[in-house]
Nanobody, 122 residues
């Protein structure tokens, strides 16, 4: 069983920044990728960013390139999402996920966190 706990969400004005964190605990694969997805009201869950076990490979959705940065902690069990230049359309619940590879589709991930709300006001 794997537990993922996200933190760092909140309310921020457009142009501001937030840093999300996700800590993994419990029994996981020996090596695993971690990712962030988001889901806005009435929309499907969308890929945001992913990172490989070593951190050498990252993957970003086009709409966050140049604004968001994904990284892993030294212990590899924590993933961060630094979000800069936030826009109102970034408003969503952000979910952390664990899977074998840093892919872009939700079905590629086996474990999910409960989500953290990010709200960007205009």
């Amino acid at each position: 069983q794997v537990q993922l706990v996200e933190s760092g969400g909140g309310l921020v004005q457009a142009g501001g920044s937030l840093r999300l964190s996700c800590a993994a605990s419990g029994r996981t694969f020996s090596t695993y990728a971690m990712a962030w997805f988001r889901q806005a009201p009435g929309k499907e869950r969308a890929f945001v960013a992913a990172i490989s076990w070593s951190g050498s490979m990252t993957n970003y959705a086009d709409f966050v390139k140049g604004r968001f940065t994904i990284s892993r902690g030294n212990a590899k069990t924590t993933v961060y999402l630094q979000m800069n230049s936030l826009k109102p359309e970034d408003t969503a619940v952000y979910y952390c996920a664990v899977g074998m590879l840093p892919g872009t589709v939700p079905r590629g991930y086996d474990y999910w966190g409960q989500g953290t709300q990010v709200t960007v006001s205009s």
